[in-house]
C-alpha cells in the first residue's frame, strides 16, 4: 500500500510548464497524464519518481515506496548488452545471480523468442527496445509504476499483453501513464489529468469521458470571459462617464464612485482567464496529384534482412490512387524492411527486379526514429537549403510547426522526438509527394497532431502505405489492410478489432 502525494507543485523552465498541481494518486489510481509535446509529461514523472525537483512545491511519496519508471529512450549503455542481460542488470548487484531467474519469467510473458534474448539491444527493432526498457522497470517489483509513452514501437500483441497486465485484479499498485495512445489510455487509466502552464485539470474518468469534460469546462470558461470582459468595458465606459459628471459638477462623490468602478474593472480584468490555447505546432501536408490509377505494382518480391534471411514475400499487390494501406504484423516481421524497400525503388535508388513504379510517382518519406533526417544540420538549414527557401518563410514555417527561434538553429540531434517528428512532417509537407510512405508516424506525436494529421490525409485525398500500432490511427485512416504473417503478405478485410491480428 502506498501513495505519491503533490502539493502546490510547480515547474519553471524557465516559463511555466505547469503550475500549483496538488493532488494524490493511490493504490487503485491508474491516472492518464495528457499534454502536448514538450509541454511536462517527462517533467512531471521525472518529479514523482524523485529524479528531479519541481521549482515550487513538494513531492510526498509513502515511506519505503519503491518507484519504478519507464523512460523513452534506451541508456546508450545498454545497447551492446543482450536482451537478458539488460534486463538482468536492472537488479541490484546483489540479487542478480540469486534472482536471473526472474528474467526468464519477464520474457516469457512477452512471449520473447529463445534466439532474440541473447542479441544485443541494438540490433532489435523499436518495439523489442521498448519491451526491454518496459520489463527492466517490471523485473524490480516496483510498489508504484510510471510509464512514458509505454506504447511507442510496441507491436499490437504487445500493446495487448502490457493492457492486460496493467489491468490484472492484483495490479493495485499506484499507476502514472502519460501517452499519446488513446486507446491505451481509455482501456487501462481510471482518471485523466491535462497538464496545462496555466491551470491543470483533473477528471475521474478515463481520456475520452474526461476529454468531453474538458471541452464543456473550457466552453464555460471561454463564455465567462467574455462576459466579464464586457463587464470590465462597461465599468470602465460608466466610471469615465461619472467622472466627467463629477468634474463638471465639482461633485466628490462622483468621482470617488469612478473611482471604485475603474478599481472593480482592473479587479475582473487582473482574473480574466480564456480559453486555454494548445501551443503544439500545426501540422499540414501536400498532393501534388497524377493521372495514373495504379502507383505501385509488386510481383511477388522477398523482403529480406540485411543479410539474406527471407522475412517474407510480398504476394501480387498493385497500389492505386487514394489507397490509405495499412501494413499490419509483429515487431520484427519486416514491415519497416517493406516500406524502406519501396522507398528505394521509388527513388531510383535500387532497381528491384518484381517492382514496377509509375513515372508520375513522387514518393515522401519518413521512419519511425526519423533517421532519415540529417542529425548535424539544424531545422533552419534542412529546410532552408533543401528547399530552397529564404530565411523569412523558413523561420515562419518552422515557427509554424511549433519551432521557438532558439530551436530552429540547434542541431537536429538535440532535438526531442516529438520534435523531430513535427520537423519530418513539415519536411514531408514540403516535398509535395504523391505518395507517403509512412512508418510509425505518430509515435512521437501528441494527440491533437495526430487528429491534425489524420485530418490532413483524408482532406487531400493522400495515397499512403502506413506502418503503425496506434489503433485510432489506423481505424480513421486505413481503407486497404495487408497483414504479414507465416513469410508471405495477404490482404484482408478491415479487422473489427486490431487485438485480433497479434
Request: hydrophobic share 40%; with cysteine.
Amino acid at each position: 500500500m502506498g501513495s505519491i502525494s503533490l502539493r502546490n507543485v510547480s515547474v519553471l523552465a524557465p516559463a511555466p510548464l505547469f503550475q500549483n498541481l496538488t493532488l494524490v494518486v493511490g493504490d487503485d489510481d491508474r491516472l492518464g497524464l495528457v499534454a502536448g509535446n514538450g509541454a511536462g509529461k517527462t517533467t512531471l514523472l521525472k518529479c514523482l519518481a524523485g529524479l528531479m525537483e519541481p521549482t515550487t512545491g513538494d513531492v510526498v511519496r509513502s515511506r519505503g515506496l519503491k518507484v519504478g519508471i519507464v523512460e523513452q529512450e534506451v541508456p546508450t549503455n545498454l545497447l551492446g548488452l543482450s536482451l537478458s542481460e539488460s534486463i538482468r542488470r536492472a537488479l541490484a548487484p546483489a540479487e542478480r545471480d540469486s534472482q536471473a531467474w526472474r528474467v526468464d519469467l519477464v520474457l516469457d510473458e512477452f512471449d520473447t523468442p529463445a534466439d532474440m534474448r541473447e542479441q544485443p539491444l541494438q540490433a532489435l527493432s523499436g518495439g523489442w527496445q521498448r519491451l526491454a526498457l518496459i520489463a527492466r522497470t517490471w523485473v524490480t517489483e516496483p510498489d508504484a509504476l510510471l510509464l512514458d509513452e509505454p506504447t511507442n514501437h510496441l507491436d499490437l500483441a504487445k500493446i495487448a499483453l502490457l493492457e492486460a497486465w496493467i489491468n490484472h485484479p492484483l495490479r493495485q499498485i499506484p499507476m502514472v501513464i502519460a501517452s499519446h495512445d488513446r486507446h491505451l489510455l481509455d482501456a487501462c487509466t481510471t482518471r485523466t489529468l491535462f497538464l496545462r502552464p496555466e491551470i491543470s485539470r483533473s477528471y475521474a474518468h478515463p481520456y475520452t469521458r474526461a476529454r468531453a469534460l474538458l471541452a464543456d469546462d473550457d466552453a464555460a470558461q471561454e463564455a465567462k470571459f467574455v462576459k466579464d470582459s464586457r463587464e470590465a468595458d462597461r465599468l470602465r465606459q460608466s466610471a469615465n462617464a461619472l467622472k466627467n459628471i463629477g468634474i463638471n459638477s465639482g461633485s466628490d462623490a462622483s468621482q470617488k464612485k469612478a473611482m471604485q468602478m475603474h478599481k472593480r474593472a482592473d479587479s475582473i480584468e487582473q482574473s480574466l482567464r480564456a480559453k486555454p490555447v494548445e501551443k503544439s505546432g500545426d501540422i499540414r501536408l501536400a498532393n501534388r496529384g497524377t493521372h495514373a490509377r495504379v502507383l505501385v505494382r509488386l510481383d511477388d518480391i522477398p523482403i529480406s534482412t540485411p543479410d539474406g534471411r527471407l522475412l517474407f514475400r510480398s504476394g501480387k499487390l498493385a497500389i492505386l490512387q487514394r489507397d490509405r494501406i495499412i501494413v499490419l504484423g509483429r515487431n520484427g516481421v519486416g514491415k519497416s524492411r517493406f516500406v524502406a524497400l519501396l522507398r528505394q525503388a521509388m527513388m531510383g535508388h535500387q532497381d528491384i527486379p518484381g517492382v514496377s513504379i509509375s513515372p508520375t510517382v513522387v514518393p515522401g518519406y519518413i521512419d519511425q526514429l526519423m533517421s532519415h533526417l540529417p542529425q548535424g544540420d539544424s531545422p533552419m538549414t534542412l529546410i532552408g537549403d533543401r528547399y530552397r527557401l529564404g530565411d523569412a518563410r523558413t523561420r515562419s514555417l518552422l515557427a509554424g510547426a511549433g519551432f521557438a527561434v532558439d530551436r530552429q538553429q540547434q542541431p537536429i540531434a538535440r532535438l526531442s522526438p516529438g520534435q523531430k517528428a513535427r520537423l519530418g512532417l513539415l519536411a514531408l509537407r514540403l516535398a509535395e509527394p504523391n505518395l507517403y510512405l509512412m512508418d510509425e508516424p505518430t509515435n512521437h506525436v501528441d494527440i491533437p497532431g495526430q487528429e491534425r494529421l489524420e485530418a490532413e490525409i483524408l482532406a487531400h485525398e493522400a495515397t499512403c502505405v502506413l506502418v503503425s500500432h496506434d489503433r485510432s490511427f489506423m481505424a480513421t485512416l486505413g481503407t486497404r489492410f495487408l497483414l504479414i504473417d507465416g513469410n508471405k503478405m495477404m490482404e484482408i478485410d478491415a479487422p473489427k478489432s486490431f487485438h485480433l491480428l497479434s
